[in-house]
């Protein structure tokens, strides 16, 4: 029990009370602020909803979004196989996902290639991929030898990194050769591929794109 009669306990029992008083006010505060969010959320959750389910009433109307979803994704496609023909590379665009370009290439920055029959020399940028691994490498050509027979053994390097490639090769593996070339880098743009970054790092959010992309699509929102 507080002895209300001594000075300074009474002094610390008013202290206690109004901090207990303030710590009321704002959870009541901050309760009173989220309530208009949740709100609003809850109402456009709910307008979401029933736009779906119109759509779903109609059958033709469904069906003409579905095929608009289609027809984007065939464009898409469609694109990307074109780029493929005009640029001869089979990845004409790729993310820098490493800083083991920089300060030259940043994570994230987005490099359009071309494997024309241009000669490659020291100094190219270049994207290729071992055999055995699943992401390609983007990495500054050290040193290149042509044999008689026309085919190249080429030394890269990571303008971030000390030593060459060799130790990303594959076992024994001293050169890479043209088939394992996807391109020279021709443009770049910086922190363009930033997303790809986050998809990488949070594959769930690949999952909420696609199906927030798909969604507005089949209802017919443009926004």
Same mark, same amino acid.
Not at 63 to 80: D, E, R
């Given at each position: 029990m507080i002895d209300l009669q001594e000075p300074y306990e009474l002094h610390i029992y008013m202290l206690l009370t109004h901090i207990r008083y303030i710590h009321t006010r704002c959870i009541l505060v901050s309760r009173l602020q989220l309530l208009p969010t949740c709100t609003r959320f809850q109402e456009i959750l709910r307008q979401y909803t029933n736009e779906l389910r119109?759509?779903?009433?109609?059958?033709?109307?469904?069906? @003409?979004?579905?095929?608009?979803?289609?027809?984007?994704?065939?464009?898409?496609?469609?694109?990307?196989?074109?780029?493929?023909?005009? @640029?001869?590379?089979?990845?004409?665009?790729?993310?820098?996902?490493?800083?083991?370009?920089e300060p030259g290439l940043q994570r994230g920055d987005i490099l359009f290639l071309s494997l024309y029959s241009e000669p490659f020399i020291p100094g190219d940028v270049v994207v290729f991929q071992i055999e055995g691994r699943d992401i390609p490498i983007v990495h500054r050509i050290m040193n290149v030898h042509e044999k008689d027979d026309g085919k190249l053994a080429v030394l890269t390097k990571g303008d971030n990194n000390t030593v060459g490639d060799r130790g990303l090769y594959a076992t024994r593996q001293m050169f890479i050769s043209r088939k394992e070339m996807m391109g020279r880098a021709q443009v770049f743009l910086p922190h363009a591929g930033m997303i790809t970054i986050w998809l990488n790092d949070w594959p769930w959010l690949k999952y909420v794109l696609i199906g927030s992309m798909g969604f507005f699509v089949i209802i017919g929102r443009d926004t």
């Open positions: 119109d759509v779903a009433k109609r059958p033709r109307s469904f069906l @003409t979004q579905v095929l608009n979803l289609g027809c984007i994704v065939f464009s898409a496609l469609m694109l990307w196989k074109g780029l493929m023909v005009v @640029t001869k590379s089979e990845s004409p665009v790729v993310v820098v996902l490493s800083g083991s370009m």
